[in-house]
């Protein structure tokens, strides 16, 4: 009976010791008004890219050569899809896109989610249908996944990495 009583207390002992260590759950670092405000910009960032209002959307971006934006290419040496990076890539890009047609941009509102992963930068994704005619594409509304890295700059949220990945169709059913 003592040697079960001993076996108890030791196991008891190291289990508190072992819960005592584990580190604790992550706080989300961001609050919830940052997080819709940064959802509100998000809005934004998709009414003035179905306006084409290219000097505004200059604007969302953070200023820096390091910002990116992964979109289709109109080049074949780039491939099919490539990264765009610094502004004047990024603003070159969206005004090709912007010029070649009619672009209608419709996320699904209802999916969209923002995380915080530092105090200073946060994440978006959403599911959304683009309507495109560039570099090919024929103006059919098909899916797409849009991937927006967020950095705050001063007391205003700049797009550090707009990332837009085309869903591929499901295939066939074999059989």
């Known amino acids: 009976m003592y040697e079960t009583l001993l076996v108890t207390l030791a196991a008891s002992a190291l289990a508190t010791g072992a819960v005592a260590s584990t580190p604790a759950v992550r706080k989300e670092p961001l609050d919830a008004a940052t ?70 941009l419709e996320p699904d509102y209802s999916k969209l989610k923002v995380v915080g992963l530092t105090r200073d930068v946060a994440e978006s994704y959403v599911p959304m249908n683009i309507t495109v005619s560039y570099a090919g594409q024929d103006g059919t509304a098909r899916p797409f996944l849009m991937i927006i890295n967020w950095l705050r700059v001063g007391k205003d949220w700049k797009v550090a990495s707009e990332i837009i990945l085309p869903v591929p169709p499901v295939p066939a059913a074999k059989g």
């Open 35 to 104: 997080l819709s405000a940064i959802k509100s910009k998000f809005g934004r960032l998709m009414e003035l890219a179905n306006n084409h209002d290219f000097k505004a959307l200059h604007g969302m971006f953070w200023q820096s050569p390091s910002t990116l934006l992964v979109a289709k290419s109109a080049i074949q040496s780039e491939g099919n899809w490539a990264g765009f990076w610094g502004n004047e890539a990024v603003d070159q890009k969206l005004h090709d896109i912007g010029s070649s047609g009619p672009v209608v």
